[in-house]
């Protein structure tokens, strides 16, 4: 399952490389712990909190909010 929407980030990428993000406008919140490749990692890091941006996220695994 794969998503595309927009999204705002509302915590910054921690030291575990997760950041969370809440998609627009179902308010469904999203934790995004692993990335297609290293700059897409870096890109994600670079966005301050409150950033709307398109992202398209896919499961990671089982785990019910984990993309």
């Known amino acids: 399952m794969s998503r595309s929407n927009a999204y705002t980030v509302i915590s910054a990428q921690n030291d575990h490389d997760c950041t969370t993000v809440r998609a627009h406008p179902r308010n469904e919140t999203y934790h995004i712990v692993d990335y297609a490749d290293e700059d897409a990692r870096e890109r994600v890091a670079d966005l301050p ?5 398109r992202l398209e996220l ?3 695994g089982r785990r019910s909010n984990v993309w």
């Open 49 to 53: 909190v409150g950033s709307v941006v």
């Open 58 to 60: 896919s499961r990671a």
